[in-house]
């Protein structure tokens, strides 16, 4: 979770850039999708960690409380959900794609929405799920 002053807000599904510099001036940029609900700051990613990646390592293993980071966004606007879409919303995701998909689900359950959710999630097997409840309404 990360708190960012003067953060604009973002719609369901949207991402940001988070970059890293060293102290030789080397930066490396990832993009994180939110995985709160439109009303979200903090701003919530979920990160997966890669072992030999640049920057889901120092943000899972190394990042502070009071570290500063770099964020560009909310970036994005061809894959998210408003409230005023009607329309029934099928949602399909595999591994570490979930992230933008929660943050529509944690929304759907407050915004007075009444579009149907299906969401379909591929898993190498039952151990690599982890299950959550979305809202008072379940998931």
């Known amino acids: 979770m990360l708190e960012v002053p003067d953060w604009p807000g973002h719609v369901a599904g949207q991402h940001v850039d988070v970059k890293l510099t060293a102290l030789d001036g080397y930066s490396a940029q990832r993009s994180y999708s939110s995985a709160a609900p439109p009303s979200g700051s903090p701003l919530e990613l979920t990160v997966q ?71 379909v999630y591929s898993a190498r097997g039952p151990a690599t799920i982890r299950t959550e409840r979305f809202g008072p309404t379940g998931g």
């Open 49 to 119: 960690r890669v072992p030999d990646g640049e920057v889901s390592p120092y943000l899972v293993d190394e990042l502070l409380p009071t570290d500063e980071l770099e964020i560009r966004g909310p970036i994005g606007g061809w894959f998210t959900w408003r409230p005023t879409d009607p329309e029934p919303v099928l949602l399909v995701a595999g591994g570490s794609g979930i992230a933008p998909l929660m943050a529509m689900i944690r929304a759907r359950p407050t915004s007075g929405s009444a579009a149907p959710f299906t969401l």
